[in-house]
């Protein structure tokens, strides 16, 4: 029985990382993946950890693959994840209270990238106009998409 949910949690994680990767991918196609403004498709996912704990390293794997992928600059690549991680932390967390849970990515990625982009990437803008940026970006894909999703595979009971 241990083999079996160990051998599930790696295709749970493996999955969601491999989705992970590809909504970057359509997000990176579009424009949108990366920059001060960003949408990214992929951040839908960060609710995932409240149905199950393996989402958790699914989604770190999945987005410093992602950045790599994308070409994204050594310390965004292990900011960007970090960020992520924290934030699905936190969500599995409060995973009983969906609004904790959908704030803690936004929260997350608000607090930690703007120094990315200012510092790492040298953009010109300020720390407030990239933590807007970006929070506007998690509002719109995290926040709003993936309350949508959220509440879908609940009432689906999708995940048992």
């Known amino acids: 029985m241990k083999t079996k949910l160990s051998a599930l949690f790696l295709a749970q994680t493996a999955a969601v990382a491999a989705i992970y990767i590809v909504l970057t991918f359509l997000a990176n196609a579009l424009g949108l993946s990366s920059g001060a403004i960003q949408i990214r498709f992929s951040e839908v996912l960060c609710v995932l950890p409240i149905f ?88 719109i894909s995290c926040g709003f998409l993936g309350t949508i999703l959220a509440k879908a595979l609940k009432k689906r009971n999708v995940f048992k």
Do not use: H, Q, W
């Open 52 to 139: 199950m704990p393996a989402a958790i390293p699914g989604l770190f794997v999945g987005c410093i693959l992602a950045n790599a992928l994308t070409g994204s600059i050594v310390i965004d690549i292990i900011l960007g994840s970090i960020a992520t991680l924290v934030g699905a932390i936190f969500t599995r967390k409060f995973k009983d209270n969906l609004f904790p849970a959908i704030l803690s990515p936004i929260l997350s990625n608000t607090i930690i990238l703007p120094f990315v982009l200012k510092f790492a990437y040298a953009f010109e803008g300020s720390l407030v106009y990239f933590a807007f940026t970006i929070a506007l970006g998690e509002i």
